[in-house]
């Protein structure tokens, strides 16, 4: 059963870091670009970040570039997001999916129709 499990949310202050996880099982993350998504209170999903399977290229939303650095540990079958300099503007729920692209053209970031998600976890940034 594969399965995508986040972790690493939280309260942070304006300014600050996190860490967030993505641990898989029921498959192995080296055949699969793997994304993070994002939804903050009522606006719709976008792609955050996503890297490559094969060269660990890297896409970024621009709005996150420069603070957010994916990064992925084979070995542990993990995925991870370091995220600095963090705005009140990135509050929302992080989603570990798989797997992702970029629309060419468009530099957008996206899952296919049968992605598999995590089941989120919480970032605030909030003094």
């Known amino acids: 059963q594969v399965q995508l499990v986040e972790s690493g949310g939280g309260l942070v202050q304006p300014g600050g870091s996190l860490r967030l996880s993505c641990a898989a099982s029921?498959?192995?993350?080296?055949?699969?670009?793997i994304g993070w998504f994002r939804q903050a209170p009522g606006k719709e999903r976008e792609g955050v970040s996503c890297?490559?399977?094969?060269?660990?290229?890297?896409d970024y939303l621009d709005s996150v570039k420069g603070r957010f650095t994916i990064s992925r540990d084979n070995a542990k079958n993990t995925v991870y997001l370091q995220m600095n300099s963090l705005k009140p503007e990135d509050t929302a729920v992080y989603y570990c999916?798989?797997?992702?692209?970029?629309?060419?053209?468009?530099?957008?970031?996206?899952?296919?129709?049968?992605?598999?998600w995590g089941q989120g976890t919480q970032v605030t940034v909030s003094s």
């Open positions: 999916v798989a797997p992702c692209t970029v629309v060419a053209g468009t530099g957008r970031l996206v899952t296919s129709e049968f992605g598999s």
């Open positions: 029921g498959f192995t993350l080296d055949y699969y670009a």
């Open positions: 890297i490559s399977a094969r060269d660990g290229t890297s």
